[in-house]
């Protein structure tokens, strides 16, 4: 499973082109397969007006073991917001579904890591058509 989010730093946000690459994404990601495999809740942080990334790239946050899930946060930099690159954005899940693999290593939960990127490959092929 992944999911794919966005913490918008300002309601200015709201209907900028960053907003609507990672909706893009989320859409042509289809529905989400329950699995008993490592899942991943990949969130963008877009900086704002009120509130902007406090890092940059891809690090790891919240990981649940009981829901078998780990959050991975992506910073967006200020140039993706108003002409967001969309390959740009695939990279840095791409970068997070990577990130994820020692974490489950170490916590014995099954990953499917070749799974998790084939389905990055194929929004690729969806939103790049």
């Not at 209907?15 to 397969?33: N, S």
């Not at 690090?59 to 740009?88: C, G, N, Y």
Request: charged fraction near 30%; avoid cysteine.
């Amino acid at each position: 499973m992944m999911y794919i989010g966005a913490v918008f730093g300002g309601p200015e946000l709201a209907d900028a082109p960053i907003e609507k690459a990672i909706r893009l994404i989320g859409k042509a990601r289809g529905p989400i397969e329950k699995s008993d495999s490592g899942a991943l809740d990949i969130v963008f942080h877009v900086p704002g007006s009120l509130l902007k990334p406090e890092f940059t790239g891809v690090r790891t946050a919240k990981f649940s073991r009981k829901e078998r899930t780990l959050m991975l946060q992506i910073a967006v930099p200020e140039e993706q917001v108003h002409t967001p690159d969309v390959r740009w954005l695939l990279d840095a899940i791409r970068e997070a579904v990577r990130l994820a693999r020692p974490k489950f290593e170490r916590a014995g939960i099954e990953y499917l890591e070749k799974e998790h990127l084939s389905i990055v490959d194929r929004i690729q092929r969806e939103v790049l058509k």
